[in-house]
């Protein structure tokens, strides 16, 4: 059975650091896509960040540029979403999506096949 299991959201400051796992169970990670989303209340769903298969690609949405790293072990079947400088605005449920055939906008929700059920994200003082 396919799975992924996002862990390791939580409240925190502004300023603040977290880092996201988003581990897979009944297949391997290292020949997918794989993206981050996050979802607001009241606002759709909207790519955060995207990692190829061989890791050698990664592509990040603007409001998060220069703060959030994406990562992936394949050893370890995971990936990483580590987020910095945390604001207000980064508050959302966190999501990790699959694609396991061609990529071609990373951002777009619809062209991935398989989702975590999300991990809470709250930036708050």
């Known amino acids: 059975q396919v799975q992924l299991v996002e862990s390791g959201g939580g409240l925190v400051q502004p300023g603040g650091s977290l880092k996201l796992s988003c581990a897979a169970s009944?297949?391997?990670?290292?020949?997918?896509?794989i993206g981050w989303f996050r979802q607001a209340p009241g606002k759709e769903r909207e790519g955060v960040s995207y990692i190829s298969s061989s890791g050698g690609t990664t592509a990040y949405a603007d409001s998060v540029k220069g703060r959030f790293t994406i990562s992936r072990d394949n050893a370890k079947n995971t990936v990483y979403l580590q987020m910095n400088s945390l604001k207000p605005e980064d508050t959302a449920v966190y999501y990790c999506?699959?694609?396991?055939?061609?990529?071609?906008?990373?951002?777009?929700?619809?062209?991935?096949?398989?989702w975590g059920q999300g991990t809470q994200v709250t930036v708050s003082s």
């Open positions: 999506a699959v694609r396991t055939s061609y990529l071609n906008h990373w951002y777009s929700a619809r062209q991935y096949d398989y």
């Open positions: 009944g297949f391997t990670l290292d020949s997918y896509h």
